[in-house]
């Protein structure tokens, strides 16, 4: 691509954002509207925003799950990327739940839209670190989405459309007892760009293309008994081909990936507070990443299925004392297809620069694994005046087992591995009212994740590859202020060990391309200052400092995490005035670190020139600043109501550097901007 | 993270990315042929370079040579160890020489291809190391320019990368037979002279219309796509490929629609096109042609163009 066809592919975002965005319409039934669970919370630095009002929150374009982009721990992830980078820790290690159930994604492909109908959610809790025994398998954070309890009489639609997607819902109350409610949405953005930019820049700026579908379905069996189904799927494509006159030039990048939930869900509440909870599901996953640098391809390709039980009794068993048993088992069978070079896909720590060949060399397996995580815990709540005590044990035992040991060789016969992992992580969270508006809060614990089932190759990774660890330890101060006036100070330190990171020979030995000899850490501190909704007003205000390393090798040198990011502010406000209603959010973020390219060589063979590295991540991305706007009207009449909105992303127009790129010698570096001001005008209606 | 870069495409901005290379604005090696193109290790190869400048082909360049022998770690992305261009990570073999003759290590296969190191008492089993998508092997050279330019400027070096003939890794004794029979040594593909037209009309090369688009075509002798076969060592079957052919474009002025052409494996053409915008104004240009197989064989042309 030359100079001048890059400069004017800048423009073309902006105008199709200011002419396509203007459509959207919404119906918003009333009885799905959810409502505001209470603020406590047992562990240090967990917040909780209902669905109703991240909708609200300008930036997230009405999908409550993106207000996790604001929330106090969350790393201001790169424009477009799948991001959630909590406290340092990897995004692969933060947990993503659905009503108990894991999802494998939070966002599409593109990262334009999450993967769940903001309708059918009821809240959002954040729990970046120090969680309770039922939740594990996790070395990072916890992001917990309930759905929204079922409308209990009529029938509901919901029909909306934006300048992404098509999406609908279907609310019915089939007599007393039984509830459905599905819902469904599909990408349009690619058909309606379509329309308006001309292919050879559709090849640059690839269109992602979605769909996600929910139903959930309530049976009341008895007063306090239910039992519910929940179908969660998301599907996703992603093509870019870069043509050129070389062949041997060309590039071509495919990204499939397919997600499929089916859980049952069953709850009973006794009249004496006794809850038992029993949720089975099954699920499908499949993905595919295929990449053509010319004659240089790669593709990763992994076919999961999966299931599991998370079952959990829960029983005050004496005045003060309550007692918590349950389980939580998922398995997953995964088929891995891969070919390319060991280096592609890339992991975090590894040497790169933007647009960088892969290496040529050419490996190949297709191996299967599977992994059984049992977890059966224990935990016990005592709650002695001002004073509550949670502690719990959680015993993870992991059964581990695949088909290669090494790679295939000839006629040679394959040989298997099997092989079992015990964890015993301990938690402990205090909580302790030292005033009637103050409230002191700790908690630490240990935490084990299994490995990465793609990890397990013997060809790619390591089949002997086991838990990895960490121990979390936080602290906070959280404050009533006045009115719906909050605030929280949060300490927090993690200890990761046993990560997996890529063995530094030239030559690894059979089945250890990836070794767990590395260790890391991650601490900071965090303040939120939120307002309840008071006299029309709401919102927060987030900062996050913190720093996170990683070491691959004992002997090796400590290097910040690719994703490390020092300082973080959010701040959100609403303000609702009648039937008007204002929004505003301000975000600033440190950059992430990247390595220097200090020099070049020149590949006479490849015809093309390579980087050379300077101090791994030893610089930064410029800081990110965008503030963004959000004004609501609301119209309403007995059966009918019709909100209108404009979003206005990037106010202030920041050119925010997204990426540092070089030119082809590596000798001039620039940056790739991200989002320009961007102009959403929508509609809703409701009946 | 090259995801990451991918998606970061779909809403934002990429800059400027600069002059484009096949534009020759100061001395540099652009391409190393080897002859043979593939060798055995401890075999001979002569290496001849094709250095360019703004003022011409550079007809004795004194260039220093040396042997890489570090192979690549895995955790490095770039087609040589990095250990290749440290002061003190290679072994020198030529200085102040053209086009030398070198000697191959004869643990080539065992540094860069598929010959296992001894294995170790106790120690895991090592592994073969993987080929490039043709099944080839390859041996770096590092060519630095710096100290022989004449004004004192500094140069990036330059990696050569001779392909080196192994062993089949990963296939059974039956397969490694075949492999052999039908498995020929690359040799370097073979350039068949420019032909230039303007309008559809041909024109010499020495009378180019000043800013006048000019069509090149370049041709290729007819064995010098080869067949290879490359091993599947999933499905433990021979694949015969075809070698694809790519050209690259330079000249000292002027601005060429493509930096590079090319035919693909399976496309049967023996030559290529480009377009060329001659300079407004008359001069003499300088252009240069490199044409590379998969195998990297390599043949070069320069010619001189009269803008009048």
Same mark, same amino acid.
């Given at each position: 691509?030359?100079?001048?066809?890059?400069?004017?592919?800048?423009?073309?975002?902006?105008?199709?954002?200011?002419?396509?965005?203007?459509?959207?319409?919404?119906?918003?039934?009333?009885?799905?509207?959810?409502?505001?669970?209470?603020?406590?919370?047992?562990?240090?630095?967990?917040?909780?925003?209902?669905?109703?009002?991240?909708?609200?929150?300008?930036?997230?374009?009405?999908?409550?799950?993106?207000?996790?982009?604001?929330?106090?721990?969350?790393?201001?992830?790169?424009?477009?990327?799948?991001?959630?980078?909590?406290?340092?820790?990897?995004?692969?290690?933060?947990?993503?739940?659905?009503?108990?159930?894991?999802?494998?994604?939070?966002?599409?492909?593109?990262?334009?839209?999450?993967?769940?109908?903001?309708?059918?959610?009821?809240?959002?809790?954040?729990?970046?670190?120090?969680?309770?025994?039922?939740?594990?398998?996790?070395?990072?954070?916890?992001?917990?989405?309930?759905?929204?309890?079922?409308?209990?009489?009529?029938?509901?639609?919901?029909?909306?459309?934006?300048?992404?997607?098509?999406?609908?819902?279907?609310?019915?109350?089939?007599?007393?007892?039984?509830?459905?409610?599905?819902?469904?949405?599909?990408?349009?953005?690619?058909?309606?760009?379509?329309?308006?930019?001309?292919?050879?820049?559709?090849?640059?700026?690839?269109?992602?293309?979605?769909?996600?579908?929910?139903?959930?379905?309530?049976?009341?069996?008895?007063?306090?008994?239910?039992?519910?189904?929940?179908?969660?799927?998301?599907?996703?494509?992603?093509?870019?081909?870069?043509?050129?006159?070389?062949?041997?030039?060309?590039?071509?990048?495919?990204?499939?990936?397919?997600?499929?939930?089916?859980?049952?869900?069953?709850?009973?509440?006794?009249?004496?507070?006794?809850?038992?909870?029993?949720?089975?599901?099954?699920?499908?996953?499949?993905?595919?990443?295929?990449?053509?640098?010319?004659?240089?391809?790669?593709?990763?390709?992994?076919? !999961?299925?999966?299931?599991?039980? %998370?079952? +959990?009794? &829960?029983? #005050? *068993?004496? $005045?003060?004392?309550? /007692?918590?048993?349950?389980?939580?088992?998922?398995?997953?069978?995964?088929?891995?297809?891969?070919?390319?070079?060991?280096?592609?896909?890339?992991?975090?720590?590894?040497?790169?620069?933007?647009?960088?060949?892969?290496?040529?060399?050419?490996?190949?397996?297709?191996?299967?694994?599977?992994?059984?995580?049992?977890?059966?815990?224990?935990?016990?709540?005592?709650?002695?005046?001002?004073?509550?005590?949670?502690?719990?044990?959680?015993?993870?035992?992991?059964?581990?087992?695949?088909?290669?040991?090494?790679?295939?060789?000839?006629?040679?016969?394959?040989?298997?591995?099997?092989?079992? !992992?015990?964890?015993?992580?301990? %938690?402990? +969270?205090? &909580?302790? #009212? *030292?005033? $009637?508006?103050?409230? /002191?809060?700790?908690?630490?614990?240990?935490?084990?994740?299994?490995?990465?089932?793609?990890?397990?190759?013997?060809?790619?990774?390591?089949?002997?590859?086991?838990?990895?660890?960490?121990?979390?330890?936080?602290?906070?101060?959280?404050?009533?202020?006045?009115?719906?006036?909050?605030?929280?100070?949060?300490?927090?330190?993690?200890?990761?060990?046993?990560?997996?990171?890529?063995?530094?020979?030239?030559?690894?030995?059979?089945?250890?391309?990836?070794?767990?000899?590395?260790?890391?850490?991650?601490?900071?501190?965090?303040?939120?200052?939120?307002?309840?909704?008071?006299?029309?007003?709401?919102?927060?205000?987030?900062?996050?400092?913190?720093?996170?390393? #990683?070491?691959?090798?004992?002997?090796?040198?400590?290097?910040?995490?690719?994703?490390?990011?020092?300082?973080?502010?959010?701040?959100?406000?609403?303000?609702?005035?009648?039937?008007?209603?204002?929004?505003?959010?301000?975000?600033?973020?440190?950059?992430?670190?990247?390595?220097?390219?200090?020099?070049?060589?020149?590949?006479?063979?490849?015809?093309?020139?390579?980087?050379?590295?300077?101090?791994?991540?030893?610089?930064?991305?410029?800081?990110?600043?965008?503030?963004?706007?959000?004004?609501?009207?609301?119209?309403?009449?007995?059966?009918?109501?019709?909100?209108?909105?404009?979003?206005?992303?990037?106010?202030?127009?920041?050119?925010?550097?997204?990426?540092?790129?070089?030119?082809?010698?590596?000798?001039?570096?620039?940056?790739?901007?991200?989002?320009?001001?961007?102009?959403?005008?929508?509609?809703?209606?409701?009946? | 993270?090259?995801?990451?870069?991918?998606?970061?495409?779909?809403?934002?901005?990429?800059?400027?990315?600069?002059?484009?290379?096949?534009?020759?604005?100061?001395?540099?090696?652009?391409?190393?042929?080897?002859?043979?193109?593939?060798?055995?290790?401890?075999?001979?190869?002569?290496?001849?370079?094709?250095?360019?400048?703004?003022?011409?082909?550079?007809?004795?360049?004194?260039?220093?040579?040396?042997?890489?022998?570090?192979?690549?770690?895995?955790?490095?992305?770039?087609?040589?160890?990095?250990?290749?261009?440290?002061?003190?990570?290679?072994?020198?073999?030529?200085?102040?020489?053209?086009?030398?003759?070198?000697?191959?290590?004869?643990?080539?296969?065992?540094?860069?291809?598929?010959?296992?190191?001894?294995?170790?008492?106790?120690?895991?089993?090592?592994?073969?190391?993987?080929?490039?998508?043709?099944?080839?092997?390859?041996?770096?050279?590092?060519?630095?320019?710096?100290?022989?330019?004449?004004?004192?400027?500094?140069?990036?070096?330059?990696?050569?990368?001779?392909?080196?003939?192994?062993?089949?890794?990963?296939?059974?004794?039956?397969?490694?037979?075949?492999?052999?029979?039908?498995?020929?040594?690359?040799?370097?593909?073979?350039?068949?002279?420019?032909?230039?037209?303007?309008?559809?009309?041909?024109?010499?090369?020495?009378?180019?219309?000043?800013?006048?688009?000019?069509?090149?075509?370049?041709?290729?002798?007819?064995?010098?796509?080869?067949?290879?076969?490359?091993?599947?060592?999933?499905?433990?079957?021979?694949?015969?490929?075809?070698?694809?052919?790519?050209?690259?474009?330079?000249?000292?002025?002027?601005?060429?629609?493509?930096?590079?052409?090319?035919?693909?494996?399976?496309?049967?053409?023996?030559?290529?096109?480009?377009?060329?915008?001659?300079?407004?104004?008359?001069?003499?240009?300088?252009?240069?042609?490199?044409?590379?197989?998969?195998?990297?064989?390599?043949?070069?042309?320069?010619?001189?163009?009269?803008?009048?």
């Amino acid at each position: 691509m030359t100079m001048a066809t890059a400069t004017a592919f800048c423009a073309a975002p902006v105008a199709i954002a200011l002419v396509a965005a203007t459509l959207a319409a919404a119906v918003e039934p009333p009885e799905l509207r959810s409502t505001v669970r209470g603020d406590a919370h047992e562990v240090p630095a967990e917040t909780r925003v209902d669905a109703a009002e991240a909708r609200h929150i300008p930036g997230t374009e009405g999908d409550a799950l993106k207000v996790v982009e604001s929330l106090p721990g969350v790393a201001r992830a790169t424009l477009g990327s799948r991001q959630l980078v909590v406290w340092g820790a990897a995004t692969s290690e933060t947990k993503v739940l659905v009503d108990g159930v894991e999802i494998p994604a939070l966002y599409h492909v593109g990262g334009l839209r999450t993967t769940i109908n903001s309708y059918l959610l009821s809240d959002v809790t954040l729990t970046p670190g120090g969680f309770t025994a039922p939740y594990g398998r996790a070395l990072g954070g916890l992001l917990r989405a309930d759905t929204v309890a079922l409308s209990q009489r009529g029938v509901h639609g919901h029909v909306a459309a934006d300048l992404l997607d098509v999406s609908a819902l279907l609310s019915a109350a089939l007599g007393r007892r039984l509830h459905i409610a599905a819902a469904a949405r599909y990408s349009w953005l690619d058909l309606l760009l379509g329309k308006l930019v001309s292919p050879k820049v559709q090849s640059y700026f690839p269109i992602p293309r979605y769909d996600d579908y929910q139903a959930k379905l309530t049976l009341a069996l008895r007063p306090g008994e239910e039992l519910s189904a929940l179908l969660l799927a998301s599907d996703d494509h992603l093509l870019r081909s870069v043509p050129a006159a070389d062949p041997a030039s060309a590039r071509a990048d495919t990204t499939d990936a397919a997600s499929y939930r089916v859980a049952l869900p069953y709850r009973l509440r006794s009249d004496d507070g006794t809850t038992t909870e029993l949720t089975p599901f099954v699920g499908y996953d499949h993905t595919l990443s295929q990449t053509r640098f010319g004659e240089h391809p790669t593709r990763l390709e992994t076919t !999961a299925v999966r299931w599991g039980l %998370r079952g +959990s009794y &829960r029983r #005050r *068993v004496a $005045r003060l004392f309550t /007692l918590a048993l349950g389980v939580d088992v998922a398995a997953a069978h995964t088929r891995v297809v891969r070919s390319g070079s060991l280096t592609l896909p890339p992991r975090e720590g590894d040497l790169y620069v933007f647009g960088q060949p892969p290496s040529d060399d050419l490996n190949r397996d297709d191996f299967s694994a599977t992994i059984v995580d049992a977890a059966p815990f224990v935990q016990g709540e005592l709650r002695w005046r001002r004073l509550t005590v949670i502690a719990g044990l959680r015993i993870d035992a992991d059964a581990l087992a695949g088909n290669h040991v090494v790679p295939p060789f000839g006629n040679l016969p394959v040989v298997g591995f099997q092989r079992l !992992a015990f964890a015993a992580d301990p %938690r402990l +969270s205090l &909580r302790l #009212r *030292v005033h $009637r508006r103050v409230v /002191l809060t700790a908690a630490a614990g240990l935490y084990h994740q299994p490995p990465d089932a793609a990890d397990l190759s013997p060809l790619f990774g390591n089949p002997t590859l086991g838990l990895m660890q960490a121990v979390h330890a936080t602290f906070g101060l959280s404050v009533d202020i006045h009115e719906g006036l909050s605030a929280e100070l949060v300490g927090y330190y993690k200890e990761l060990d046993a990560l997996v990171s890529r063995s530094a020979l030239p030559s690894p030995p059979l089945g250890q391309a990836l070794l767990q000899t590395g260790s890391g850490r991650s601490y900071g501190g965090q303040i939120l200052v939120r307002q309840k909704l008071w006299r029309g007003l709401s919102g927060w205000l987030s900062y996050t400092v913190g720093r996170s390393e #990683r070491q691959d090798h004992p002997d090796g040198p400590t290097r910040l995490f690719d994703l490390d990011q020092t300082h973080v502010l959010a701040v959100v406000a609403g303000y609702e005035l009648g039937a008007w209603s204002f929004g505003a959010r301000f975000r600033y973020a440190s950059g992430f670190p990247r390595t220097p390219v200090v020099g070049a060589y020149f590949d006479a063979r490849d015809d093309l020139y390579q980087p050379l590295f300077g101090p791994q991540n030893q610089i930064r991305l410029p800081d990110f600043v965008q503030l963004d706007l959000r004004v609501d009207r609301r119209f309403a009449w007995p059966r009918l109501a019709l909100d209108l909105y404009l979003e206005i992303l990037n106010v202030t127009y920041q050119r925010n550097p997204e990426e540092i790129v070089y030119n082809e010698r590596y000798n001039q570096p620039s940056y790739i901007t991200g989002l320009p001001t961007l102009a959403i005008l929508g509609a809703r209606v409701s009946f | 993270m090259r995801r990451l870069a991918l998606v970061l495409l779909v809403a934002g901005c990429q800059p400027s990315l600069g002059p484009p290379l096949s534009l020759v604005d100061a001395a540099r090696v652009v391409a190393v042929r080897a002859e043979p193109a593939e060798a055995l290790p401890g075999a001979s190869v002569t290496l001849t370079p094709l250095v360019v400048s703004p003022a011409g082909t550079v007809a004795q360049p004194r260039l220093d040579w040396s042997l890489c022998l570090a192979p690549k770690p895995t955790t490095e992305n770039d087609v040589v160890s990095a250990a290749c261009l440290q002061a003190g990570g290679t072994t020198p073999v030529a200085r102040g020489v053209a086009a030398p003759t070198i000697a191959l290590p004869s643990s080539a296969c065992r540094l860069f291809g598929p010959d296992l190191p001894p294995e170790v008492a106790g120690a895991p089993a090592p592994r073969a190391r993987a080929p490039d998508a043709t099944g080839g092997y390859y041996q770096p050279f590092v060519i630095d320019f710096s100290s022989r330019l004449s004004d004192g400027r500094s140069s990036m070096p330059t990696i050569a990368l001779e392909r080196i003939r192994c062993g089949l890794a990963g296939a059974s004794m039956a397969l490694a037979v075949a492999f052999s029979l039908q498995y020929t040594p690359n040799r370097n593909p073979t350039l068949t002279p420019l032909g230039a037209s303007v309008a559809g009309h041909a024109v010499a090369l020495d009378q180019i219309p000043r800013g006048a688009v000019v069509n090149f075509t370049v041709g290729w002798s007819a064995d010098s796509p080869e067949r290879y076969p490359v091993l599947d060592p999933l499905a433990q079957t021979l694949i015969s490929h075809r070698e694809a052919i790519r050209v690259a474009w330079l000249a000292s002025d002027g601005a060429f629609h493509d930096e590079e052409t090319g035919r693909g494996e399976d496309d049967v053409l023996l030559d290529s096109a480009n377009a060329w915008q001659a300079p407004a104004r008359a001069t003499i240009v300088h252009l240069w042609i490199v044409l590379r197989d998969s195998r990297g064989g390599v043949d070069f042309a320069s010619y001189d163009l009269t803008v009048r």
